[in-house]
């Protein structure tokens, strides 16, 4: 699977298994004004995405739902491994909340991706975000912070209209 983040939206959406174009910045600033993932890359703005999850893109995104996107940084020596340690941590919490991963996975970085990881998550409840995030369970979860550790440097979360899921 690969993203692409582009500075237009994508006119490949026949390839695209998703396609959105961020509408808010909760955190950071996605400097994408449009994102896809397809099975093959778009072009050269198009990074591989190496799957945490079992599935490289779940299609579990129903009409309504929110949907984020989080590109983060790790921290050296870190990868896919501490990278689904995390998402397994934090997996009840986000089931909680009403949150499903669609797609996690590591990427290269590059002159137009600083990022080494990428995930996009769903969100059936309104305010899941903010529920996960307040939710003292999860905050104090010792398996979840010493995943956390794996973040470092740069990251954005954006909140997605989505076109194509």
């Not at 990074?47 to 989080?70: C, D, I, W």
């Not at 309104?126 to 550790?149: F, H, T």
Request: charged letters at 15%; proline letters at 7%; glycine letters at 8%.
């Amino acid at each position: 699977m690969y993203v692409t983040a582009s500075q237009a939206p994508t006119d490949h959406s026949a390839a695209c298994v998703f396609t959105a174009v961020p509408v808010a910045h909760v955190m950071g600033k996605l400097e994408a004004p449009a994102i896809a993932l397809s099975p093959e890359p778009l072009g050269p703005q198009s990074v591989e995405l190496t799957s945490a999850v079992p599935e490289a893109y779940s299609k579990r995104y129903q009409p309504g739902m929110q949907v984020l996107a989080f590109a983060f940084q790790l921290a050296p020596g870190k990868g896919l491994a501490e990278l689904k340690r995390y998402v397994d941590a934090r997996a009840s919490a986000l089931a909680k909340h009403g949150g499903a991963v669609l797609a996690c996975g590591c990427t290269p970085r590059t002159a137009t991706w600083p990022y080494d990881t990428f995930e996009l998550i769903a969100f059936s409840k309104e305010g899941g975000l903010q529920g996960i995030m307040a939710d003292e369970e999860y905050k104090q979860n010792p398996e979840v912070r010493a995943s956390q550790q794996i973040f470092s440097g740069q990251g954005a979360i954006a909140a997605l209209s989505v076109s194509k899921g």
